[in-house]
C-alpha cells in the first residue's frame, strides 16, 4: 500500500479522499490555488503546496505543476477526484509516465470513453444497447440539422467530450435548431476545448440510471448495481438514489450486465459509472434502455452506493491502484436499505438556478441523521472561480419511505446563512407527490419548476422578527454595565423606532416598541405582534411570536438580514424602500450583472430597439453560459461593457431609455 498520495483535487471530494486515506494510515498532500490558501482540504492533509492562481487554468488544471508538486513531496500516487483532470488522458498519461501511480484507469480507458461518438460506436460493437443517433466525424452545421430531421424531433444536441450537462441543448423544431447549435457548440467549447457534438433522439419521459462498476489489474469487473438520477435541471443532477425505484430483478441484472460488458471493452480497472437512459413511457423494461456514456472517475454521486453496499469506494480505489484484486465478487455484493443523496449549492433557484457567491456565516446539518460530505466551513467563502458545491447530505434508511423522510426532515433542518443557497428548492422537491411515489424522471423539475422555486414572502410575524433582529436584539451587553444590560427598555418613556424592511414580494414599514427587557411590539400598519426574546444563542435565538415559540438563526449586517425560521430562509435588506438605484433596475432600465464573470457576446447596441425578452448579452460564469433578456421594451441608451471584459456581480451592462411619463 502507498506511504503517500497526492490529491490533485479540492472542495469536498479533496475531503472525503483524506479521510479515507488518513484511515487507512496514508499521508496525504493537498495543491491549492490563491483562492483556497485557508481552504479546509488544506488544513486536513499533512501537506499542502501552491499551484498557482485563483484561474483553474493556473492551478488545478496545470499537469506541470501538479506533477512538480507531486515529486517535490515524495508522492508516489495521484488521485483525481472528479472534475478538473480526473477524465484528462493526457493527465493520467504523463502521471505514470513520471513514475507515479494513477489512481484511476489507464489513459487508454480514458481515451476510449472520453469522446462520447467513439465511445456510443463502441459500445454498438460490444453489444450495449445505445441510443438513436447520429454520432458521426462530420460536423458541417446544415448535415448536422438534416441528422436532426432523420432522428426526428425532439433531439439533443451533446458536446462529445465532456459531460455535466455543459454543451448540451434540447431542441424541439428545425428552426430552434442554428441558434441551439451554436451555443452548444460555444459552450462545449469553453468548458472541453472541443465544440464538436452529437445528435440524438430526445426521449420525451427518460430516466436516468446509471450502474457503478469497479475493475482491477487481474481482470476482475464487478458492478455495484444502479443508482437513480433522474431529478436534474441543466442537465445536472440534484438529487440521486439507490437502488432505483421500480426495478426489477431482470432490468438490474440486464443492466449490471451490460455495464460490466462495456467495462471489459476497454480493460477497465478502477471506480467508473457507466450511464443509462431508460425509457419508462410504459414501465421499467430490460430491452428499453440505452448507453448514454462512461464516467471513468469516482462520481459525486458515489456516497449513495457507499450506503446501501457498505463499501468505502474510495478505498477500494486505493486498494485496485496499489495492485491488490478488488475486495468482493459479484455474488459478494448485497443491497441494504436505501439511500438519498442531495446535491446542496450556492445558487439560486428562483433566478434560474444562477450560481451564487458569498461568504458562509453560518453553517448547521443535522448529522446525527445525514451523512455531510463538505468542502467548506462558516468564514471559508465561495467564489465564482469554482464549481459552486457547497455540501452533499447523504441519509439512508431501511425503505425508501423511510430514507425520504429522512431525507426531508434533515434539508428543512439545515441552515446556511452567508450565500444563496438551494436548501428551499431541495426540501420542496423531496416532498414532491411524483418523487415520493417513485415516479422520477428527468422531466420532473421542469414541469414542477414554478411550484418549487416559487418564492414565498416572510409572514406578517417573521417580517416583526426581522424588525427587532434588525434593531440589535440578539446583542448583549456583557461588560457588567447594569443600564447596557436592560436592553431596549426605557424608564421614562417607551423606545421606539421606526424600521423599513425590504425583501422578495414586498417591503414594510413598521414601528418597533420596547415594552420591557427583551420584550417588543411591532406594529406593522394592522395590528401589533408581541416579540419577545427568549434566549440567545451564537447564531441566532429562541424567540416568542405572536405567543408561538421559534427556533431561529440569522445573520444581522450593515444593510441586509438573513433570518432562517420554520425551515424557511429570508433575506432583509435595510434602508429605503424607494432608493432610485432600486427602482431603476425594477422598472427595467439597466442591465445588471447577477454574478461575477466575463461578457462572452454582446447582442445589440447603442440606439437599439429592443423588446421585452429580447437576449442582450451572454455571460459566462461557472463554466455556464447565462442569457440576460431586456425587462421590457425600450430603446438601447448606452451600452457600458465590450465583449470579453470581465465584470463584477452587480455591474450595469447595458442601460435603456427613461420613459418619459
Known sequence: MFQKILIANRGEIACRVIRTARRMGIATVAVYSDADVGALHVEMADEAVRLGPASAQESYLSIERILAAAERTGAEAIHPGYGFLSENADFAAAVEAAGIVFIGPQASSIRAMGL????????????????????????????????????????????????????????????????ALAAARREAKAAFGDDAVLIERYLVRPRHIEVQIFGDRHGNVVHLFERDCSLQRRHQKVIEEAPAPGMTPEMRRAMGEAAVRAARAISYRGAGTVEFIADVSNGLWPDRFYFMEMNTRLQVEQAVTEAITGVDLVEWQLRVAAGEPLPKKQSELEIYGWAFEARIYAEDAAKGFLPATGTIRHLDFPEVTARIDAGIRPGDTVSAHYDPLIAKMVVHGPSRSVALLRLTRALQSSHIIGVTTNLDFLARLSAQEEFSAGHPDTGLIDRNLQSLTAIEPPVDTVVALAAVLSLGALTQSSDGDPWLTLGHWQLWSEMQRIVVLTYEGGHSTLRVAAKGFDFFAVHDGRRVIPVKIVSRQDDGCRAEVDGRQVQVKASVAAHHMVVSVDHRTHVFHLGNPLDFSAADVADGNRLIAPMPGFVKIVRTSS???????????????????????????????AVEVSEGQQVDEGAVLLTLRVEET
Do not use: C, W
Not at 124 to 130: E, I
Not at 147 to 172: F, H
Not at 611 to 633: C, H, I
Open 116 to 179: 462520447k461518438d467513439a465511445a456510443k460506436a463502441l459500445m454498438d460493437q460490444s453489444g450495449v444497447p445505445v441510443v438513436p443517433g447520429y454520432h458521426g466525424e462530420e460536423q458541417n452545421d446544415g448535415f448536422l440539422a438534416d441528422q436532426a430531421t432523420l432522428i426526428g424531433y425532439p433531439v439533443l444536441i451533446k458536446a462529445r467530450a465532456g459531460g455535466g450537462g455543459k454543451g448540451m441543448r434540447r431542441v424541439d423544431s428545425e428552426e430552434e435548431f442554428p441558434e
Open 607 to 637: 440606439g437599439a430597439e429592443v423588446s421585452k425578452g429580447d437576449a442582450l448579452v451572454v455571460m459566462e460564469a461557472m463554466k455556464m453560459e447565462l442569457t440576460l433578456v431586456a425587462a421590457r421594451d425600450g430603446t438601447v441608451e
